[in-house]
């Protein structure tokens, strides 16, 4: 049987997180884990955890970590026996230091995009509530305007996405991101990667995870826009 290999993407918003996650797991066969999904699955499964984390959402606060522990760790347990890659969490150090007792990641990569780029990014980017699909009116707009392409239900704009509030999200992010990065940095698993362009990133992830997994990626998966 062959070695597991799990992993763990982090970035600020808007630094194309999912997007290099799901090349990942089309190239390397690794499971893609978004806490972001299992949010909203709970959520709408009105499980005990999902409807204590829409407690928080509705109040557009941050999960604590005890509650996203409670949610995810469950869920891993299940994927015992899975490769993965994990995308929105850890988040936080006491969340890295629950997920440690559980596995040891073999990599991390964390994306390192400037503010610049995560504004021109989030200004254009619209999201179906329900789902978490998200389209850009740049590169990769809804077939209708304003519409989910398959539910056809109406577009937002999370007030969070807008410039004045990117600030303030990307000192948080940094702010608690810190001890995460020096603990992945300090077990030598952390991988950043910096650049304006996630074509430009992909064939460098892609090349370091060819050598750690060592095998061939399945699937060379072109460059496609981020």
């Given at each position: ?6 992993a ?34 709970g ?8 409807l204590?984390?829409?407690t ?7 999960v604590p ?12 347990k299940?994927?015992s026996?899975?490769s ?5 969490f ?21 994306l ?44 937002i ?7 004045e ?26 991988h950043?990667?910096?650049?304006t ?8 992830i892609?090349?370091l ?9 399945s ?8």
């Amino acid at each position: 049987m062959a070695k597991l290999f799990r992993a763990a993407i982090m970035g600020p918003p808007g630094s194309g997180k999912g997007t290099i996650s799901k090349r990942i797991a089309q190239s390397f066969g690794l499971q893609y884990l978004s806490s972001g999904h299992f949010l909203r699955e709970g959520i709408a499964a009105k499980t005990e955890a999902g409807l204590l984390v829409k407690t928080y959402v509705d109040r557009s606060m941050l999960v604590p970590d005890h509650v996203m522990t409670s949610l995810m760790l469950p869920r891993l347990k299940q994927l015992s026996n899975h490769s993965w890659l994990l995308d929105g969490f850890p988040r936080t150090l006491e969340q890295a230091l629950a997920l440690n007792s559980l596995y040891q990641l073999d990599l991390v990569i964390s994306l390192n995009i400037p503010y610049e780029t995560l504004k021109e990014r989030l200004s254009d980017r619209w999201i179906h509530p329900a789902s978490g699909r998200v389209y850009n009116m740049g590169f990769n707009p809804p077939r209708l305007q304003g519409k989910d392409d398959i539910t056809g239900e109406p577009l937002i704009q999370h007030d969070d996405d807008k410039p004045e509030a990117l600030m303030a999200r990307l000192r948080q992010y940094k702010e608690v991101a810190k001890p995460v990065i020096d603990l992945y940095k300090s077990q030598g698993i952390l991988h950043p990667f910096s650049g304006t362009d996630t074509d430009r990133i992909w064939p460098y992830i892609n090349s370091l995870l060819s050598t750690k997994m060592d095998i061939q990626p399945s699937d060379a998966c072109q460059p496609q826009t981020p």
